[in-house]
Each structure stands twice: as C-alpha cells, then as structure tokens.
C-alpha cells in the first residue's frame, strides 16, 4: 500500500466531525435554496407588476414593514440577506460544535473569523466617518 | 433598466460560470469584467454583484464537498483569518479608490490570471507525514480509487501569507479568489488538488461574504444586476459541469484566454481613458 494511502480515523481535533461539516453542509444547501428562490421570486413578481427592478437593496430597518407590506423588492433583499446569512450561520455552528466537542482550536478559530466579519462593518462605518 | 439588459447580465453570469466551470475558474473573473465594460453596468455595482455570485456559487460547492468529507475545516480556519482581513481592506478600497484605479487593477489581474491558465504551476505530490505544527493533517475518501488520502499541509506559514493575496483580489475585484488559493494550496503546501479546490471553495464563501458585506453596509448592492447574475451563474454553473465532459475544454479554455486578454487590456484602456470597448 502507497505511504500516503493508509486508513485513518478521524477521531482527532482536526476531524471534520469538531466542525460539524455534516450540518454545515445542510445549512449550506438549504440557504442557498431558499435565499436563491426569495430573491428570483422577488425579481420575477416586480418585473410582472410593473416592469421594473428596484435598484438597491431595502435598509434593514425598513425590511419588516415593506415585508408585511408585500413589497416583491423587500423580499429580494431577505433572499440575498439569507444568502449572506449562510457563510455566518456555519461559523456559529462550527463554534458551538467545538464547545460541545471540547475542541478549542475550531472554537477559536472559527470564533476569530467570525468577529473579524462582524467587525467590517463597524470598521468601514469608522474609516467612513473619518474621511 | 430594461428587461434587455436584465437579460443580458443573466446571459454574461451564464457563460462566464459555464466557461468558468468548464476550465475550473470562478464565473467572475469573466462576469464582471464584461459588465462593466460590455453591458455599461457601474464598476463597483459589478464587484459587489460579484461577490454574492461568489457567496451563492460557495455554499452550493461546499455543501457537496463538505459531505464528501473533501473540505480541511481547519486548514480552512488557519488560513482564513489572514485572507478575511486582506478581503476587508480589499473591500475598503473598493468603497474609496477612484473606479479608474479600480479599473486598471482588474484589467491587470485579468492578464495574470490568463498568465497563470498558460502556465498551469505543477501540483506537487502530497505529504503523508510529517512535522504538524498547526495539527493540520486531514484524510479523506479516495473518490475514484479505494483507499483513503491522508496528507499533511507544508509550509503553513507561507500559505497564511501568499493566501492573503487572494483575500486582496477577491475582496478588490467581487472575485472568488479560488484562482489564487488553489495553486498555492496545491504547489506551496502540497495540499492534494481535489482537497485544495474543495476547500477553497468552502473558503471562497467567507471570503466573498465580508466584501460583499461592506458593500451592502455602502448600498454598492443592486439588485437588478444582482439577483439576474446569480440566476446566471447557477444555470452556467449546471450547464458547465454536465456539458463539459462532452466538449473540447482545450479549445473553450483558447476562447477564454483570448476574450480574458482583450478585456483586461479594455479594462486598462478604460481606467486610462484611451479606450473602451463600449
């Protein structure tokens, strides 16, 4: 048998089990279903109302009352919110995951990115206001 | 904006994922590009559209990559803290830079790229033990012979440091950045290729996701080149991937370095204000 092909068990802190990839790959799959169709759906519905797209996206604070409102837009700007919502909810399942499993490489790790993404925002608010 | 040109940035997401996916390159780097020179779509609206592409095109790969077991989670985790915050200052300089500038960096990105597709670095053989400094061994199943693949990412340092270059485009650009990641994973860290572009792919996605971030935070999003380009994408995306077993990848591969080259020298023409292809 070749050096590099040998049976391993992935029992170690490095195993895609300390990463809950199974259940990241769920939440991959189902987010990107769902915001693709939000967001397509919403489109399709503005083009068939009238004719025309709304450019930019509805400010979060806005969102829930042009959602009640059945704004087709409003809904485009929940199916690409999802969609970024993705990448976020599989760091937050990959940190609780390495808490239960005890697993502090992935807890820090996966902990640091997601602050430095939290942090863009703020961090862009800043440079922003600064200029 | 007309249902024509709705139409045409789905049909331009659509041939740059199909390409794309046909000779193993994100649909942006081709996508963008053509939307801002060809379609007359603003620079920075292209990018940010770009980067949800990436985000969409991320979650859809890695949830089958992550099932194979084929993503290195923790490979991924090391190397993503350098490549999110080169994405930020990417992104920052998206928001501040002049679009000329913009323009010009792109159009020199889209000539290495076509560099790097001619080139084609050598992969380097796997290291199946070894000293793991970082604990960043990984295995995973063999998908076309039996057995399982074990290895031992190399030079980890040089990884973290050359990975933020792919940070930078991708976070400038609304680029994947697998581009940039795959050969260094492959030929610096000596990361088996089916391993290295699974977990780029799965990288890619938190990459593209603080840009693309920072640019909603900027109201750089439009939804109208958005949302018609992500439909591109998936359908080129499907429509690459079945056909491109049956096709001459050489000869789509000739077609893309020719169109990549001519719009990288738009691009640079443009940002100069020499010429334009509109």
């Known amino acids: 048998m070749d050096d590099d092909i040998k049976s391993v068990e992935s029992t170690s802190d490095h195993s895609p089990a300390s990463y809950n990839a199974g259940v990241v790959g769920w939440v991959y799959r189902g987010i990107s279903m769902v915001g693709m169709l939000m967001a397509l759906g919403g489109v399709a519905v503005e083009i068939y109302q009238s004719g025309e797209v709304r450019r930019g996206l509805w400010p979060v604070h806005e969102l829930g009352p042009a959602l009640m409102a059945g704004e087709p837009s409003a809904y485009t700007t929940l199916g690409i919110m999802v969609l970024l919502a993705g990448p976020m909810l599989a760091l937050i399942s990959m940190f609780f995951s390495g808490i239960r499993r005890r697993s502090w490489a992935a807890v820090v790790l996966s902990g640091l990115v997601f602050l430095i993404i939290v942090l863009a925002i703020p961090i862009r608010t800043w440079i922003e206001g600064g200029l | ?278």
Request: proline share 4%; net charge positive.
């Open chain 2, 1 to 278: 904006m007309s249902i024509w040109l709705i139409a045409a940035i789905a049909f331009t997401g659509f041939l740059g994922a199909g390409m794309g996916t046909m000779v193993g390159m994100g649909g942006g780097t081709f996508m963008v590009p053509v939307l801002a020179v060809v379609l007359g779509v603003d620079l920075r609206a292209a990018i940010a559209a770009g980067a949800i592409c990436v985000v969409l095109n991320s979650l859809q790969g890695s949830s089958v990559y992550l099932k194979q077991g084929m993503v290195n989670l923790k490979l991924a985790m090391v190397l993503q803290i350098s490549t999110v915050i080169a994405a930020v200052v990417g992104a920052l300089v998206v928001i501040f830079a002049p679009v000329n500038a913009l323009k010009v960096v792109f159009g020199m990105v889209l000539v290495l790229t076509v560099v790097a597709m001619v080139l084609q670095p050598k992969g380097r053989k796997s290291v199946a033990s070894g000293p793991d400094p970082f604990g960043l061994e990984a295995s995973y199943d063999r998908p076309s012979a039996p057995g399982t693949r074990h290895y031992v990412p190399q030079k980890v340092r040089s990884g973290i440091g050359l990975n933020s270059l792919a940070g930078l485009t991708a976070g400038m650009l609304g680029i994947g950045g697998g581009a940039v990641q795959v050969p260094i994973m492959n030929s610096v860290m000596r990361v088996p290729l089916r391993a290295a572009v699974a977990t780029s792919t799965f990288m890619v996605g938190l990459t593209a996701l603080v840009s693309a971030l920072i640019y909603t935070g900027s109201g750089l999003v439009d939804a109208a080149v958005t949302v018609p380009a992500m439909a591109g994408i998936v359908v080129g995306a499907q429509m690459g991937s079945t056909v491109g077993t049956k096709v001459p990848v050489d000869t789509i591969r000739m077609m893309l370095i020719v169109v990549l080259v001519v719009l990288g020298a738009a691009m640079v023409g443009d940002g100069f204000g020499v010429w334009s292809l509109r």
